[in-house]
Nanobody
Framework: VQLQASGGGSVQAGGSLRLSCVAS????????MGWFRQAPGKEREFVAA????????KYADPMKGRFTISRDNAKNTVYLQMNNLKPEDTAVYYC???????????????????WGQGTLVTVSS
């Protein structure tokens, strides 16, 4: 299984970015997917998750109302739309595929079976 994330970059506070993650080598359309992030010197943390059909989503509290996770199963792609970005959102963002027995919740990193390579988001004030 390979997860290829892209879309990171540098923006000013209040700006927006959309991250994409293309999956290959797995039945993507039947897999829950999610995003995590890791800031310098901090632990990797859950950002958002989406069910395999896209009908259920979950967000970490700091992201609610600002971030939107979505997916296009025809393109084997999961997205993370990030609006009203803040300097504290600066981190490397990872897409993730959890072990199959996980429900949609605020996953711990140990629930993840496959990781993407990460894409850096830098938000300046």
């Amino acid at each position: 299984v390979q997860l290829q994330a892209s879309g990171g970059g540098s923006v000013q506070a209040g700006g927006s970015l959309r991250l994409s993650c293309v999956a290959s080598g797995r039945t993507f359309s039947s897999s829950h997917m999610g995003w995590f992030r890791q800031a310098p010197g901090k632990e990797r943390e859950f950002v958002a998750a989406i069910s395999w059909r896209g009908g259920i989503t979950k967000y970490a509290d700091p992201m609610k109302g600002r971030f939107t996770i979505s997916r296009d199963n025809a393109k084997n792609t999961v997205y993370l739309q990030m609006n009203n970005l803040k300097p504290e959102d600066t981190a490397v963002y990872y897409c993730a595929a959890p072990y199959a027995d996980n429900r949609i919740t605020s996953w711990r990193p140990t629930a993840v079976e496959y990781w993407g390579q990460g894409t850096l988001v830098t938000v300046s004030s």
